[in-house]
């Protein structure tokens, strides 16, 4: 199975086609938050970002592929159900067409016909994402870093954690790319705080195996965790400081002894009787 961004964006837009409410109610439905709120403005932008993802793969397609003109001509359509351009309290909510939303199941089939859509995220590696979640929190209540790398971090793990709880809509395309950027925050945080270099990369290994699964097709879990543990620990070596270097210890030599060799003697010594 595929997780598929024209079957996320394909599911949204009919959760919003509904005759019996407003625009507006319509996506508050869809995405548990008010318009006009930052919550409703997150959330509506990873729709957006579905968006362009569909748009993407389709426009990487061959030019004279028959589907990608085909498909591509609808994309306008979509985006314009998406951020509508009269007001969000406008009545009703056929904001787009049935018919033309029902060929995102077109590109879909055709995304995963040309191995363009990534294996779906299982259940497991899922619950691994959650449960490193508790981990970076303890450790960002611990580790006092700086103010603007700390929000960094607490907004990449919020945003993570609404994205796990909300994977049935938005499918993995947006965990992974978040959990890349976790990774990159991450990296950096150990090199700040090295003491808490091998907690971090503890936290960051499921998000590293979530970004493998997302972008490879593998099965081997395991092999993929131990090159993420060499990995961590290569991380460790490089940003712990490196010991100072001791002088060498002087031997001590018994008095009226010196420490310059004795010179060798010259051929001329030699030969002299």
Excluded: C
């Amino acid at each position: 199975m595929t997780d598929n961004p024209a079957i996320a964006l394909r599911n949204i837009l009919r959760g919003v086609m509904r005759d019996d409410a407003h625009i507006d109610k319509a996506w508050v439905a869809v995405l548990g938050a008010n318009v006009g709120t930052l919550d409703f403005s997150l959330r509506h932008s990873e729709v957006v970002a579905l968006w362009r993802q569909v748009y993407d793969l389709l426009f990487a397609l061959p030019g004279d592929d028959e589907d990608r003109s085909q498909y591509l001509s609808y994309m306008g359509h979509y985006y314009t159900a998406i951020v509508p351009p009269d007001a969000w309290t406008n009545a009703g909510s056929s904001v787009a067409n049935p018919l033309i939303v029902d060929q995102l199941t077109g590109i879909a089939t055709t995304l995963q016909y040309r191995a363009i859509a990534a294996p779906k995220l299982g259940d497991p590696a899922l619950s691994r994402l959650r449960d490193a979640i508790t981990e970076w929190r303890e450790i960002l209540d611990e580790a006092e870093f700086d103010e603007k790398l700390s929000t960094e971090l607490h907004a990449q793990v919020d945003h993570l954690e609404w994205l796990l709880d909300n994977v049935h809509l938005f499918g993995s395309g947006p965990i992974a790319e978040t959990s890349k950027k976790l990774v990159g925050s991450g990296i950096a945080a150990m090199g700040v705080k090295p003491s808490f270099a091998k907690r971090i990369g503890k936290a960051l290994a499921p998000a590293l195996v979530v970004i493998a699964m997302f972008h490879t097709v593998t099965d081997d879990l395991k092999g993929i965790t131990e090159g993420i543990a060499d990995m961590k620990d290569a991380v460790v070596e490089i940003v712990t400081p490196p010991k100072q270097i001791e002088a060498p210890k002087t031997k001590e030599l018994p008095a009226g002894k010196s420490e310059t060799p004795p010179e060798s003697p010259t051929p001329e010594d030699g030969a002299r009787g």
